[in-house]
C-alpha cells in the first residue's frame, strides 16, 4: 500500500491543443499502466472518453487516471485546456496537489497557459512546466523557456536540455544529475554518450540551475559562494523545496505523441513536485475553529468531492481523502447537511472505468457510487469529526441565452434535465427570470451552451434551443390624454355595457403606478370603479405597444356612465383595459431599456480596442484605470440589449484575456428608431393569423 509521501496528484492544465491528453496518455503507457496509448484523433483516449468530447477532438470534462513509477502512485487529472470548461480546471486544482502546465515548443506563452498559469496561483499549487511537441518543426525550446521565464516572473527554471529538435529530437540531458539519455523506437530514455557538442550549452544551463537553487536555501548559497561544488542530491532537494513552495517552477522537455521524453516527465513529477503530506490544508471544526488537516491514514476520516458525474452507474463522486482512510464500510457524514451516506462502490478511476479498492488512504483519489445527497465541493468526514472546507469557488458566468425545449411536452422535464447538468458541471447554471419568465442558462462561452445541449439531449432525451434572452423593456408616457371607451354588447338576452372615461400622465421615472377615482357623484356606481382599475391593471401589465408592462404613470378615473341592466363587472374591466391602450398610445410612449454598468478588465493593449468595441454598442465610458500588472479595467454603461453577443466579441478580441462582469444600473429611454423596431417585432408577432 502507497503511503502519503508516495503519492504524486498532479492537474494537467494549459492551453487547447497542446498535447495535455496525449501527454497523460504517454505517461500511463509508459508507466505500463496502460496495454496500448489511446489517441484523441482516433477516439481511442481514455481521458476523452465523452462523445461530445470525441465530436470535437477537444477534451470537455476532467478526467483521472493513476499509474505506478518509480516506488509512487501518480494521479493524473487531464483538465480542458479550452476557456468555455475552466469550471473543470478549478475542480482538477482543487483535488491536485500540485499542477503540470503543459506547453508547446512554439517559442510563445500561449494565451491558454497565462489563464492556466493564474489558476494555479489562485490555486496556491506548485508547479512543473512540460515543454512538448518538440519532435514539431520549428520547435524551439530555450526560446520557450525564455517566453516562460519573461511571463512568469522568472520562477521557471530549466532542469533538462533537449538532444537535438524536430526531426533529429533524440535525448535530453538531465542537468540534475549531469547525463545524456537517447530515445529508443519506443521513445523510452536510457543513457548514452554525452554530446560534446552541447558542452558549453549544458554548462551554461547547469550554472543557471544550480544558482537557482541555492538561492532558496541560506546555508547552501553560503557553501556555493564559498566556491564549494553543490552535490546531486543537494541540488535534488533544494529543487524539490522550492518547487513545493512555488519559487521554482522546473522545466522539462517532450514530445508525447512518440512517448519521448515521458519517463522525463513521471521522473520530474516524483522527484520535485511535493507529496499531500507536504501540503497545509485548513478548515472549520464544528465549533467554527480554524483547523490544520493532518494528512494521517490513521487520522479521522476527511474527504472532499472535487467532481461529480452521472453515468450507467448512476451518480458517480470523485474525491480526495484529506485525512483518514475511506473504507467501504466506511458511513461518512456530508457536513453540510449532516446527513449519513451510503455508497454502492468504492474504486479509484482510470479513465471511465472504476477499479474496485478496499480502502482510499489519505492523500489519495477515489470514487464511489450512488451517493444520494452529496455534491461537488461537499465534505464527508467521519461522524465525530466534521470540517467543513474551504467552497470550491466556480468561474464567473461569461455567457446567458434563453432556452426553449422543442417540443411542449418536455418543458416540464427541462428543468430536472438542467438541474442534473448543473450538478456534473459547477460552470453551468440555470433560472427562471422572475421579470420575463424565460429560462435562461448561464455558463463560460457559446461552446459550453451548445455542449451542455447536446448532453442534455444524449443523456436525458431533451431536446433544446437557445436564443438571445428577451429584453425587460418598459413602456412609459411623455405626454397626458384623455379617453373614454364605451364597451357595448348584446347578444340576445343580457347584454354588456361598461363605459369609462380616464386621464393618465406622466410620473417621475421610477415613479411607477398611481391610480386616483375622481369620479363625483355617480356616474359609475362604487361597486365597478375596482373593475375599471382592474382593467387599467391589465394593460399596464400587459403593455399597450410592445407587450411590456407600463411603469411610471398616473391614472384618473373621471367620467363614465352605466346600464341598469347590463351594467356588469366584465364589461368595466374591458372597457378600462380598452381606455388605458388607447390612452397611452395617444400620450406620446416611449419605450425604455435596461442599462447595465460594465466592468470589463483587458490587458493594457487592448484598451482602445475594447473602448471602441463598447462605443460601438451605444455603450458611454466612464472611464479607464491601469491595473498595474500590465492589465486595465474600462468602466461604461451599456443597454442590456447590446451585450448578448458582448462576451464572443471580448474573447475575440483579446484572445481570451478579456473579463467582464455586468449588473444592472437603471433604465432609460430607447432611441426612437431601435424602439420602433421592438415595437414592428411585437405587432408580428402577435398579428392575427391569415384566413
Same mark, same amino acid.
Given at each position: 500500500m502507497s503511503t502519503p509521501d508516495r503519492i504524486r496528484s498532479v492537474a494537467v492544465v494549459g492551453h487547447s491543443h497542446d498535447g495535455k491528453t496525449t501527454l497523460c496518455e504517454a505517461l500511463l503507457h509508459t508507466a505500463g499502466a496502460t496495454q496500448r496509448m489511446g489517441t484523441t484523433d482516433q477516439g481511442t483516449s481514455l481521458f476523452d472518453h465523452e462523445p461530445e468530447e470525441q465530436r470535437r477532438s477537444i477534451s470537455i470534462t476532467a478526467a483521472v487516471a493513476h499509474c505506478d513509477w518509480d516506488g509512487s502512485r501518480v494521479n493524473l487529472i487531464d483538465a480542458p485546456g479550452f476557456q468555455d470548461f475552466a469550471g473543470e480546471v478549478v475542480q482538477a486544482l482543487a483535488a491536485a496537489d500540485a499542477a503540470v502546465l503543459v506547453v508547446a515548443a512554439n517559442g510563445t506563452v500561449p494565451v491558454g497557459a497565462e489563464l492556466a498559469w493564474e489558476m494555479i496561483r489562485e490555486a496556491g499549487l506548485p508547479a512543473l512546466i512540460v515543454v512538448n511537441k518538440m519532435d514539431k518543426e520549428n520547435a524551439a525550446y530555450e526560446a520557450t523557456v525564455d517566453a516562460l521565464r519573461e511571463a512568469f516572473w522568472r520562477k521557471p527554471i530549466a532542469v533538462a536540455v533537449p538532444i537535438g529538435v524536430a526531426e533529429s529530437f533524440s535525448g535530453y540531458v538531465d542537468l540534475v544529475d549531469d547525463v545524456a539519455r537517447a530515445f529508443d523506437d519506443r521513445g523510452r530514455a536510457a543513457e548514452t554518450a554525452f554530446p560534446d557538442q552541447m558542452r558549453p550549452d549544458v554548462e551554461r544551463a547547469h550554472s543557471a540551475l544550480v544558482?537557482?537553487?541555492?538561492?532558496?536555501?541560506?546555508?547552501?548559497?553560503?557553501?556555493?559562494?564559498?566556491?564549494?561544488?553543490?552535490?546531486?542530491?543537494?541540488?535534488?532537494?533544494?529543487?524539490?523545496?522550492?518547487?513545493?513552495?512555488?519559487?521554482?517552477?522546473?522545466?522539462?522537455?517532450?514530445?508525447?505523441?512518440?512517448?519521448?521524453?515521458?519517463?522525463?516527465?513521471?521522473?520530474?513529477?516524483?522527484?520535485?513536485?511535493?507529496?499531500?503530506?507536504?501540503?497545509?490544508?485548513?478548515?472549520?471544526?464544528?465549533?467554527?475553529?480554524?483547523?490544520?488537516?493532518?494528512?494521517?491514514?490513521?487520522?479521522?476520516?476527511?474527504?472532499?468531492?472535487?467532481?461529480?458525474?452521472?453515468?450507467?452507474?448512476?451518480?458517480?463522486?470523485?474525491?480526495?481523502?484529506?485525512?483518514?482512510?475511506?473504507?467501504?464500510?466506511?458511513?461518512?457524514?456530508?457536513?453540510?447537511?449532516?446527513?449519513?451516506?451510503?455508497?454502492? %462502490?468504492?474504486?479509484?478511476?482510470?479513465?471511465?472505468?472504476?477499479?474496485?479498492?478496499?480502502?482510499?488512504?489519505?492523500?489519495?483519489?477515489?470514487?464511489?457510487?450512488?451517493?444520494?445527497?452529496?455534491?461537488?465541493?461537499?465534505? +464527508?468526514?467521519?461522524?465525530?469529526?466534521?470540517?467543513?472546507?474551504?467552497?470550491?469557488?466556480?468561474?464567473?458566468?461569461?455567457?446567458?441565452?434563453?432556452?426553449?425545449?422543442?417540443?411542449?411536452?418536455?418543458?416540464?422535464?427541462?428543468?430536472?434535465?438542467?438541474?442534473?447538468?448543473?450538478?456534473?458541471?459547477?460552470?453551468?447554471?440555470?433560472?427562471?427570470?422572475?421579470?420575463?419568465?424565460?429560462?435562461?442558462?448561464?455558463?463560460?462561452?457559446?461552446?459550453? +451552451?451548445?455542449?451542455?445541449?447536446?448532453?442534455?439531449?444524449?443523456?436525458?432525451?431533451?431536446?433544446?434551443?437557445?436564443?438571445?434572452?428577451?429584453?425587460?423593456?418598459?413602456?412609459?408616457?411623455?405626454?397626458?390624454?384623455?379617453?373614454?371607451?364605451?364597451?357595448?354588447?348584446?347578444?340576445?338576452?343580457?347584454?354588456?355595457?361598461?363605459?369609462?372615461?380616464?386621464?393618465?400622465?406622466?410620473?417621475?421615472?421610477?415613479?411607477?403606478?398611481?391610480?386616483?377615482?375622481?369620479?363625483?357623484?355617480?356616474?359609475?356606481?362604487?361597486?365597478?370603479?375596482?373593475?375599471?382599475?382592474?382593467?387599467?391593471?391589465?394593460?399596464?401589465?400587459?403593455?399597450?405597444?410592445?407587450?411590456?408592462?407600463?411603469?411610471?404613470?398616473?391614472?384618473? +378615473?373621471?367620467?363614465?356612465?352605466?346600464?341598469?341592466?347590463?351594467?356588469?363587472?366584465?364589461?368595466? %374591466?374591458?372597457?378600462?383595459?380598452?381606455?388605458?391602450?388607447?390612452?397611452?398610445?395617444?400620450?406620446?410612449?416611449?419605450?425604455?431599456?435596461?442599462?447595465?454598468?460594465?466592468?470589463?478588465?483587458?490587458?493594457?493593449?487592448?484598451?482602445?480596442?475594447?473602448?471602441?468595441?463598447?462605443?460601438?454598442?451605444?455603450?458611454?465610458?466612464?472611464?479607464m484605470n491601469p491595473l498595474g500588472d500590465g492589465r486595465a479595467e474600462v468602466t461604461a454603461q451599456i443597454p442590456q440589449a447590446e451585450m448578448y453577443t458582448f462576451p464572443i466579441e471580448l474573447r475575440a478580441m483579446t484572445q481570451g484575456r478579456g473579463r467582464y462582469t455586468m449588473s444592472f444600473s437603471h433604465y432609460e429611454e430607447v432611441p426612437a428608431q431601435i424602439a420602433q423596431k421592438v415595437i414592428d417585432a411585437h405587432a408580428k408577432e402577435h398579428a392575427p393569423a391569415a384566413v
Open positions: 544558482d537557482a537553487a541555492a538561492e532558496t536555501d541560506d546555508a547552501l548559497l553560503e557553501k556555493y559562494l564559498e566556491g564549494t561544488e553543490l552535490t546531486d542530491e543537494e541540488v535534488r532537494a533544494a529543487l524539490h523545496i522550492a518547487t513545493a513552495k512555488g519559487t521554482l517552477i522546473p522545466v522539462v522537455c517532450a514530445a508525447a505523441a512518440t512517448e519521448q521524453g515521458a519517463s522525463l516527465v513521471l521522473d520530474a513529477i516524483v522527484r520535485f513536485l511535493p507529496s499531500p503530506r507536504e501540503r497545509v490544508r485548513y478548515g472549520t471544526d464544528a465549533k467554527g475553529n480554524d483547523v490544520e488537516i493532518e494528512c494521517d491514514p490513521a487520522g479521522k476520516l476527511c474527504a472532499r468531492v472535487f467532481k461529480t458525474t452521472v453515468d450507467t452507474f448512476g451518480r458517480v463522486s470523485f474525491f480526495k481523502v484529506l485525512r483518514g482512510t475511506f473504507t467501504g464500510d466506511s458511513h461518512p457524514v456530508t457536513v453540510r447537511l449532516g446527513q449519513e451516506e451510503r455508497f454502492a %462502490q468504492l474504486g479509484q478511476p482510470m479513465g471511465k472505468t472504476i477499479v474496485t479498492v478496499p480502502h482510499v488512504i489519505a492523500g489519495d483519489i477515489g470514487v464511489v457510487t450512488k451517493l444520494t445527497h452529496t455534491q461537488t465541493g461537499d465534505s +464527508l468526514c467521519a461522524k465525530d469529526a466534521p470540517i467543513t472546507l474551504p467552497p470550491i469557488t466556480p468561474p464567473a458566468a461569461m455567457y446567458t441565452a434563453a432556452i426553449v425545449a422543442k417540443s411542449k411536452g418536455d418543458e416540464d422535464k427541462i428543468m430536472s434535465a438542467l438541474a442534473r447538468l448543473a450538478e456534473e458541471d459547477i460552470g453551468f447554471s440555470s433560472a427562471r427570470d422572475p421579470v420575463t419568465n424565460e429560462v435562461l442558462v448561464h455558463g463560460l462561452g457559446d461552446v459550453h +451552451l451548445d455542449v451542455a445541449l447536446e448532453r442534455m439531449k444524449r443523456k436525458y432525451g431533451v431536446d433544446a434551443v437557445l436564443h438571445p434572452p428577451r429584453i425587460p423593456y418598459r413602456e412609459t408616457i411623455t405626454g397626458t390624454a384623455r379617453v373614454a371607451h364605451k364597451y357595448k354588447k348584446q347578444s340576445g338576452g343580457a347584454g354588456l355595457y361598461g363605459d369609462a372615461t380616464i386621464e393618465v400622465e406622466p410620473l417621475p421615472r421610477g415613479g411607477g403606478y398611481e391610480w386616483q377615482d375622481k369620479i363625483f357623484g355617480g356616474a359609475i356606481p362604487q361597486q365597478f370603479r375596482p373593475s375599471v382599475e382592474k382593467g387599467v391593471r391589465q394593460t399596464i401589465e400587459q403593455g399597450a405597444i410592445s407587450g411590456n408592462p407600463v411603469v411610471d404613470v398616473k391614472v384618473r +378615473l373621471v367620467d363614465g356612465s352605466t346600464h341598469s341592466v347590463d351594467g356588469k363587472d366584465i364589461a368595466f %374591466q374591458i372597457a378600462g383595459s380598452m381606455a388605458m391602450r388607447e390612452a397611452v398610445q395617444k400620450a406620446n410612449p416611449v419605450l425604455l431599456e435596461p442599462v447595465m454598468d460594465v466592468r470589463v478588465t483587458v490587458p493594457e493593449r487592448n484598451t482602445g480596442d475594447v473602448m471602441g468595441l463598447l462605443n460601438s454598442k451605444r455603450g458611454r465610458v466612464g472611464g
